[in-house]
């Protein structure tokens, strides 16, 4: 089978599930390309497991000091070029196309009518689940953005509808964590107020991820350039996780069983809608405020959680090569199967069954 595969670049957690689907597709002897687009060329990093990829400008947000910077994201959009690169771009010589919301091969298979498959973490909002419900226009955004006849969406529970949990990358690292470590990615945020936070809370030390502060140690926080490898290190050896809403990096902190404070980008509909999910299933703590209390108050009160998700790659990539012959409720209900009960949270999902209301989630 040939795909074209297209991952948004915005942030890392796309590019991060795209490298589990790679792996297993490799394993399968699929014939895949792929195409990033959302960030400048040479911002990508750690890429040699997509082979020779291409990439385009795309659309992406601008965001300052943890907002959504609105006119700026409108200003650096380039509608003409988008439009120039969808029809450019050939995806008539693949058997399927799919898109991890990433607008041009979607749309050019769209135009193309060629086969496309929506998958990710945004797909899932075109059910009846926990979600910001505060401005129609970016949901009518979201909606549109990458459009695929196929949709597979993903999320940290089903809420009675057939969405499959997280795709997490295998951990290459030794779980092993450290109690007083917390890892601390926050790349939407002003990163001299994290840091100034960070040296107010005493008795932790933090591991820091960002780019625009020199590497080095500051007291109780050692600064970290981006660096897959690094961050997964980090990750393995911290107990808790500071991160905003994203949901990539929440599944795995879950997946690994880590302490979790989240605060969204304002402005930003996904991550909000993250925020109340995270809430709603009692996996994480949320704040829309940071500071150097919040934070510790957070450590020193909040439990640690850990979630054992299936293989959501190896399922998918089975599906695809069964030619669909299993209906997408059926595979979200045989991944869902394998997904212990936590805490009082029930996993189970019935492909027959009508949905469920969001309070029912938990026990």
């Not at 439009?83 to 769209?110: C, N």
């Not at 929440?250 to 302490?259: D, F, H, T, V, W």
């Amino acid at each position: 089978m040939k795909i074209l595969y297209g991952v948004q670049g915005t942030g890392n957690g796309h590019i991060t599930r795209a490298r589990a689907m790679a792996a297993e597709m490799k394993v399968a002897g699929f014939e895949v390309d792929f195409v990033f687009s959302g960030r400048a060329p040479e911002d990508y990093f750690d890429m040699a497991v997509f082979g020779d990829y291409r990439t385009f400008l795309g659309l992406s947000f601008v965001a300052r000091n943890g907002k959504l910077d609105l006119l700026a994201t409108c200003r650096k959009a380039n509608f003409i070029k988008l439009i120039q690169d969808i029809r450019s771009l050939d995806t008539r010589g693949y058997d399927l196309v799919i898109t991890d919301f990433e607008p041009i091969v979607a749309w050019a298979a769209k135009t193309q009518n060629v086969p496309c498959i929506g998958f990710g973490h945004q797909y899932a909002f075109k059910h009846d689940i926990p979600r910001y419900k505060k401005n129609i226009l970016a949901q009518w955004v979201m909606s549109n953005f990458a459009p695929a006849a196929t949709q597979l969406g993903a999320h940290w529970h089903h809420f009675g509808h057939p969405i499959l949990p997280p795709l997490i990358h295998a951990q290459e690292m030794k779980n092993a964590p450290n109690a007083e470590l917390v890892l601390v990615y926050l790349p939407f945020e002003n990163s001299e107020a994290v840091l100034e936070w960070l040296e107010g809370v005493p008795g932790y030390r933090f591991r820091l991820h960002c780019k625009d502060i020199e590497p080095g140690v500051y007291g109780n926080v050692e600064v970290f350039a981006f660096s897959r490898q690094q961050f997964q290190q980090n990750l393995s050896e911290c107990e808790s996780v500071l991160c905003n809403a994203g949901f990539e990096l929440n599944s795995e902190a879950l997946q690994l069983g880590r302490r979790i404070l989240a605060k969204p980008l304002k402005g930003q509909i996904e991550q909000h809608s993250n925020a109340i999910a995270l809430e709603a299933l009692g996996i994480a703590k949320t704040t829309d405020v940071l500071n150097a209390d919040v934070i510790l108050e957070w450590l020193e009160t909040s439990r640690v959680v850990q979630i054992s998700y299936p293989n959501v790659a190896r399922a998918v990539v089975a599906w695809l090569q069964s030619d669909n012959d299993i209906s997408v409720s059926d595979l979200c209900e045989s991944l869902w199967r394998k997904t212990p009960n936590v805490r009082g949270i029930d996993f189970k999902y019935n492909s027959k069954s009508s949905s469920l209301n969001t309070k029912n989630v938990t026990a």
